[in-house]
């Protein structure tokens, strides 16, 4: 289910290919390494310290400040319609970055480095097709969350 | 240790080179090679050949560029570490050098990259970055650079202009530099003017594609001295790489990869950056030069903003750097470069730079970075 993930997907697949299925449940996950508790985002199979191939994944608030961002003109091949766009790298509150767009809630003045953001998980679906990304908020931003993890 | 010298150095024109075949492109620079080193094909024992694959139509390009040089049965191979390839080439020739296996290898560069189509080349930009979770978000090359510079401004008070001055020192000396792909001078005003990017980037921040070839021909000590005496030698070989993912460096004002490479590189050749009077350095974007400065200590972290509006890094300044004209005028055929950048440092040792010619340059140094800084490779060259 890893296609779901982002706009363009280039590998379809990956061990930690449910990170895809807890976004669509509005849930950002990390990983942790079972044997040696090395914390991570994005989450990784295998673990980099111990080289242990078993993990959890391990729910992010999404709650960090911006770290850098860009404006991108230049389009690459499948981004062109939505282009121009920012592009944001959050630091997250509990280690680790990730690269998103900015949301409709912040403002060209509100992408500063240091601005505390939300990151907000997304969806679309266009007919049998479902895509999941997510984009970057002001704080406090809610979003609709499944009940339970459905997977470990 | 028995040192690694270089005996010949060859050239090609870079640009849209829409008149010659990637092979043919290498022929031109080993025969000017092969010429200046006054030797035959005979003394030969093999060739390095750098080039990134994915831009030529011509699977495994080794192959026909061996053919097409007459070099066949000598054994060769391909290296590869995306802009940095050149500098791979060489180091790996070092090190054949230095094994005694072989005594004469010959190191070409080469690549053709107009021979793809625009929608071909916006496809592979997309995957400059790690495609697992950052290029699904539509990151770009110029974007990735673009996203230190934002972080250079916000730490050091760096300005977009200091950064076009990068641009316009490179242009002045690459309209004095006959290979170059843009032999023209820019002023400021006008590179402020240029197409948005990626911001803060405009089109005059950003180098651009090319064909073209360089070739170098090494040898072992004994061999050189007797060949020639005009040697340059390869006194340090400096590699060291970063995380693919650029999320996961400790910061993004500089590039750890360049910073290993360069303390190892000055410490094999006893030098410090004192010592580097003429440096050709990785330019892909007007603030990785400002990065590069302060990564190869000509100055301190956060310094190199005014390190080049200060006019240090101009001949006449502390250490001349990209007097060729750079990646930004010069062009830049990936897998050419690192080949071509250590040509113009060959060619200053020697004394045969004309016009940008870097006086006493004694200690030249390569700075030559692949991708956004996963590979960087920094060479000191001496002559005695
Ligand atoms: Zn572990």
Redesign the pocket.
């Known amino acids: 289910m890893f296609s779901w993930f982002g706009k363009v997907s280039f590998v379809p697949y990956s061990k930690v290919a449910d990170f895809a299925v807890h976004l669509k449940d509005g849930r950002l996950m990390g990983s942790v390494?079972k044997?040696?508790?090395?914390q991570t985002f994005p989450p990784r199979a295998d673990?980099p310290?111990?080289?242990?191939p078993d993990f959890s994944f391990k729910e992010y608030s999404g709650r960090g400040e911006i770290y850098t961002f860009t404006r991108t003109t230049a389009a690459p091949v499948g981004f062109e319609d939505i282009a121009p766009y920012t592009i944001i790298v959050v630091e997250l509150e509990g280690g680790g970055r990730l690269v998103a767009w900015q949301g409709e809630s912040l403002t060209e003045e509100d992408v500063r480095i240091g601005t505390k953001v939300q990151v907000v998980p997304r969806m679309w679906e266009k007919g049998e097709e479902i895509k999941v990304y997510y984009t970057v908020e002001k704080p406090g931003t809610t979003w609709h969350k499944a009940p339970a993890p459905h997977l470990g | 240790m028995a040192r690694v010298g270089i005996i010949g150095a060859g050239h090609g024109k870079f640009g849209r080179r829409s008149d010659a075949t990637v092979q043919e492109l290498a022929f031109e620079a080993f025969r000017m090679a092969m010429e200046d080193a006054g030797i035959e094909r005979g003394m030969l024992d093999a060739s390095v050949i750098a080039a990134v694959p994915e831009y030529h139509k011509q699977r495994s390009v080794a192959g026909v560029v061996q053919e097409y040089l007459n070099l066949n049965p000598l054994p060769t191979w391909l290296t590869e570490v995306a802009c940095a390839s050149g500098s791979a080439a060489l180091r790996t020739a070092w090190m054949a050098i230095q094994s005694g296996l072989h005594d004469v290898v010959a190191v070409i560069g080469c690549q053709k990259m107009t021979e793809m189509e625009t929608a071909e080349i916006l496809a592979l930009m997309g995957r400059v970055g790690e495609v697992q979770w950052e290029s699904v978000f539509g990151t770009t090359f110029p974007g990735y650079y673009a996203m230190f510079a934002q972080r250079h401004m916000h730490e050091f008070g760096t300005t977009h202009e200091q950064m076009l001055a990068v641009g316009v020192k490179n242009h002045h000396y690459g309209a004095l530099n006959p290979n170059a792909l843009f032999q023209k001078e820019i002023t400021l005003a006008k590179a402020l003017e240029s197409e948005p990017v990626s911001s803060p980037f405009c089109v005059y921040d950003c180098c651009a594609n090319a064909d073209g070839a360089a070739c170098l021909i090494l040898a072992c000590e004994e061999k050189a001295k007797s060949i020639t005496d005009k040697v340059v030698w390869l006194d340090g070989v400096g590699c060291a790489t970063a995380s693919m993912s650029v999320l996961r460096r400790p910061d993004l004002v500089g590039l750890p990869s360049a910073q290993e490479a360069a303390r190892r590189a000055y410490q094999m050749a006893g030098v410090t950056p004192r010592d580097i009077k003429v440096a050709e350095v990785h330019d892909c974007f007007t603030v990785a030069e400002i990065m590069a400065y302060e990564d190869l200590g000509f100055c301190k972290k956060g310094e190199g903003g005014h390190y080049i509006a200060d006019r240090r890094s101009y001949i006449g300044g502390e250490v001349a750097v990209n007097v060729d004209g750079g990646l930004k005028s010069k062009g830049h055929p990936i897998g050419a470069t690192g080949v071509s950048m250590a040509y113009e440092i060959v060619k200053q040792l020697r004394g045969e730079c004309g016009k940008r010619q870097v006086p006493n340059a004694g200690v030249g140094l390569t700075h030559n970075v692949g991708g956004i800084g996963q590979y960087t490779f920094v060479h000191v060259f001496k002559r005695d």
């Open positions: 390494c044997k040696c508790g090395y673990c310290e111990c080289m242990s």
